[in-house]
């Protein structure tokens, strides 16, 4: 999930709010656009920005705030990824399998992934999939590593090592 940044100045009235939780900002600027609403009608375009990612989003009339702010929420979940690959260039499926271990380590803090998932994400941004073949030869060159789980049940979980964070590094900057 993204971080949200927004500003709304309104004659002497400035809010600014910077913040993961989306329905909080939601919540706020309700309250407030009602308290302003009630005293004084005026049209009001609020500005919303995800960071790293500028959107435009134009309100329906009669639709909440908190309705525009879940699309934007809703937007920013899609396209990191998407946005992210962009900043390397990719030669191959292997790379996009590193950039995507790498996105998932250190953008989404998840510290370890199964396939599907990697996938589910990969595919989501680039229409393509990593097949075990991918996997076996970023495990052969210490790219990628195992996690151990307790549960023998539990699909195998694999994060990116050391070795695949430095191939990252090494991807021309596009």
Known sequence: ???????????????????????????QVDKYFGMMLDAEPRAVEPKVEPKETILSISPSVGESFGDVLTKVQNIDEELPLTLF????????LFDDFIITAFFLKNVLNQESFTIKSLNLNLYSASNKIVDFEILNEALKCEYVKVVATEDANEPTRYTIASGGEGYYNKLQDA
């Open 1 to 27: 999930m993204g971080r949200y940044s927004l500003k709304i100045k309104l004659e002497d009235i400035e809010l600014n709010f910077d913040t993961q939780d989306v329905s909080r900002v939601a919540n």
């Open 85 to 92: 690959m962009q900043r390397k260039i990719s030669n191959s």
